[in-house]
């Protein structure tokens, strides 16, 4: 048993710990010049990272695991990168679809379909429909996923359904809005992880991080694995929660 589950009184379960981890992967580009590389390479390796992350995040007990893959601000990024960034996420669909959906994976995805490929578009679905039933990681992949553009567009779906009379604009709640959401029914992160060392969200759920615990390590994402993930538990788990009220230790 490691530190990790030790201190969280768990073995192969970790709710005592967050439910909800989400992950801003940064850092493939500067890990690849560091060494002399392309940057390509630094993103292959990024995707070994995912593949001992997720296995971590069984191992762990953690429900949901959310990463950042791409924003929609990527695409103004190189053709020949993207270009790869793409291919990546189609072969780890084909390599790793079976495994994921044999270990209880469930594969989401957020994020917005325009400018992404037929194709890829196809593989998003099978690997959806595939997964369905699985219970034991929610995987949910931000692809194309911008948190403002995600806002807004669940702001427009209101609006519809004011102008149709479906819902007075007086009664909108935030419960409303978050079932506009593209996380609609997924819990808000307990905990949001950034590597690289930057410190920022980028855009990225905005909305569901208002209460959410923020832990920044200056580790590139492609060295990013278990040991990394149970230190940013650790931290989780000695912060004090309120979510804008007292508890008895703040009043103590």
Same mark, same amino acid.
């Given at each position: 048993?490691?530190?990790?589950?030790?201190?969280?009184?768990?073995? %192969? @379960?970790?709710?005592?710990?967050?439910?909800?981890?989400?992950?801003?992967?940064?850092?493939?580009?500067?890990?690849?010049?560091?060494?002399?590389?392309?940057?390509?390479?630094?993103?292959?390796?990024?995707?070994?990272?995912?593949?001992?992350?997720?296995?971590?995040?069984?191992?762990?007990?953690?429900?949901?695991?959310?990463?950042?893959?791409?924003?929609?601000?990527?695409?103004?990024? +190189?053709?020949?990168?993207?270009?790869?960034?793409?291919?990546?996420?189609?072969?780890?669909?084909?390599?790793?679809?079976?495994?994921?959906?044999?270990?209880?994976?469930?594969?989401?995805?957020?994020?917005?379909?325009?400018?992404?490929?037929?194709?890829?578009?196809?593989?998003? !679905?099978?690997?959806?429909?595939?997964?369905?039933?699985?219970?034991?990681? %929610?995987?949910? /992949?931000?692809?194309?996923?911008?948190?403002?553009?995600?806002?807004?567009?669940?702001?427009?779906?209101?609006?519809?359904?004011?102008?149709?009379?479906?819902?007075?604009? @007086?009664?909108?709640? +935030? !419960?409303?809005?978050?079932?506009?959401?593209?996380?609609?029914?997924?819990?808000?992160?307990?905990?949001?992880?950034?590597?690289?060392?930057?410190?920022?969200?980028? %855009?990225?759920?905005?909305?569901?991080?208002?209460?959410?615990?923020?832990?920044?390590? %200056?580790?590139?994402?492609?060295?990013?694995?278990?040991?990394?993930?149970?230190?940013? /538990?650790?931290?989780?788990?000695?912060?004090?929660?309120?979510?804008?009220?007292?508890?008895?230790?703040?009043?103590?």
């Amino acid at each position: 048993m490691t530190e990790i589950e030790q201190q969280s009184g768990f073995q %192969n @379960a970790a709710k005592a710990g967050p439910r909800h981890v989400a992950i801003i992967m940064d850092g493939n580009g500067r890990w690849a010049k560091q060494r002399g590389l392309p940057r390509a390479v630094g993103h292959r390796s990024g995707v070994e990272a995912v593949r001992r992350t997720v296995k971590a995040g069984i191992d762990l007990g953690i429900d949901y695991l959310t990463l950042f893959s791409f924003s929609s601000e990527n695409w103004s990024r +190189p053709a020949a990168e993207i270009d790869d960034l793409m291919g990546l996420l189609k072969r780890f669909i084909r390599r790793d679809l079976a495994d994921l959906h044999r270990h209880g994976v469930r594969i989401q995805v957020i994020g917005e379909t325009a400018k992404v490929d037929s194709e890829l578009l196809a593989m998003i !679905e099978e690997a959806k429909a595939l997964t369905a039933g699985n219970k034991v990681l %929610n995987l949910i /992949i931000a692809f194309n996923y911008g948190a403002r553009s995600e806002i807004t567009r669940a702001v427009r779906r209101l609006g519809a359904k004011v102008a149709n009379g479906e819902i007075a604009a @007086a009664h909108i709640a +935030p !419960e409303h809005i978050e079932a506009e959401l593209d996380t609609a029914g997924i819990p808000d992160p307990d905990l949001l992880i950034r590597t690289s060392g930057e410190l920022r969200l980028s %855009n990225f759920l905005l909305w569901q991080c208002a209460y959410t615990e923020l832990v920044f390590l %200056n580790v590139y994402w492609p060295d990013f694995g278990r040991e990394q993930l149970e230190h940013a /538990i650790k931290e989780y788990l000695a912060r004090d929660r309120r979510f804008g009220g007292l508890n008895a230790r703040s009043l103590a």
